[in-house]
């Protein structure tokens, strides 16, 4: 009888410990019904500025998707993506992944300014940029869902961490899927993630390296690209091509048919279907437009998750460029 009262003690104290666990982490601080008391209007009025945005430039939207995949990878979702250099400060602008790349920091600072307006003083750049990833997304044709919100922002940056935390676009496989085990995204996580490259461009020197050294590439698509991409290193490196040959500015799921066919821009693109371990994932997308889009609203909030500052760290930036 005592040995079976000190065994219901023991499940219960590591019950309630795991309790703790779980309330006190700061994911479980996010709500999607955060600001519905301080600033009932920030969704129409995010999507409104991101709305505008899209309607002069489509890729814009893919940039600003972007900028949350980057900023949630290092050291989590905190905006210190959004933080510029000074001379006494070194942001993530200028890491290898972002430099000359990044973009969509103007839309961020138009909706902050925005947002400014109906309720001073209130939410982050963070959960700025989580809203407008998720409206740049539907505003494309993408699926929809409730956004977690509670984020406060970053006042500081790691370059070094941006270097080594987001996969470039020389990953193989292994490299992948460990960058993103690292920040606690599963496999299939990473490959229904990289389908937001169903949007968006990349510049020639991204692929460069693929359209002329690599085997696993359809001959015709190769040969398209080099027209726009040629082969001496620093000609042509700005020029763009869609990651998406088919629908570039729509999201939908012919990333995944694109693969397939061995039409992936990417190095790390067409590492996803190469006769490896996520071949299957990339098949059952191309085959169900529905599973890719319901397997990707999970895989969004998932890595909005990510280390978020809640409560009273981080702070509320006045201006997304700087600390307050």
């Not at 307006?117 to 209130?122: D, F, M, S, T, Y």
């Not at 193989?172 to 990289?194: C, P």
């Not at 015709?220 to 700005?238: H, I, T, V």
């Amino acid at each position: 009888m005592a040995s079976s009262s000190s065994s219901f003690l023991r499940t219960t104290l590591t019950f309630s410990l795991l309790l703790l666990l779980l309330v006190g982490s700061s994911s479980a601080n996010l709500s999607t019904k955060f600001y519905s008391k301080s600033c009932p209007k920030l969704e129409p009025t995010v999507k409104s500025v991101v709305q505008s945005a899209i309607s002069k430039e489509k890729r814009i939207g893919a940039s600003v998707l972007r900028l949350f995949f980057h900023d949630c990878f290092v050291n989590g979702c905190d905006g210190s993506i959004l933080l510029d250099d000074t001379s006494s400060f070194t942001g993530e602008k200028n890491a290898a992944p972002n430099r000359n790349s990044a973009r969509g920091f103007n839309v961020i600072d138009d909706i902050k300014t925005a947002v400014e307006k109906v309720c001073p003083g209130v939410v982050s750049c963070a959960d700025i940029l989580a809203t407008a990833s998720r409206d740049s997304v539907v505003i494309l044709g993408g699926p929809c869902w409730n956004v977690k919100l509670g984020r406060r922002d970053s006042t500081t940056a790691s370059q070094a961490a941006a270097n080594n935390s987001i996969p470039p676009p020389t990953s193989s496989l292994s490299n992948l899927i460990s960058k993103f085990k690292a920040v606690g995204l599963s496999t299939e996580d990473m490959v229904t993630l990289s389908g937001a490259h169903t949007i968006g461009q990349a510049r020639c020197t991204n692929f460069r390296a693929r359209i002329y050294n690599e085997t696993n590439i359809d001959s015709s698509f190769a040969k398209r690209k080099q027209g726009s991409c040629p082969r001496p290193s620093g000609s042509g490196d700005n020029n763009l091509a869609p990651l998406d040959l088919q629908t570039p500015t729509s999201f939908d799921n012919d990333y995944f048919n694109n693969l397939i066919k061995k039409k992936g821009l990417l190095h790390s693109d067409q590492q996803l279907f190469n006769g490896g371990s996520t071949d299957s994932i990339v098949r059952k997308y191309s085959n169900n437009p529905s599973t890719f889009n319901s397997h990707f609203i999970k895989a969004m909030i998932k890595m909005g998750d990510i280390s978020p500052l809640t409560g009273s760290s981080g702070q509320i930036r006045k201006n997304c460029r700087k600390v307050n």
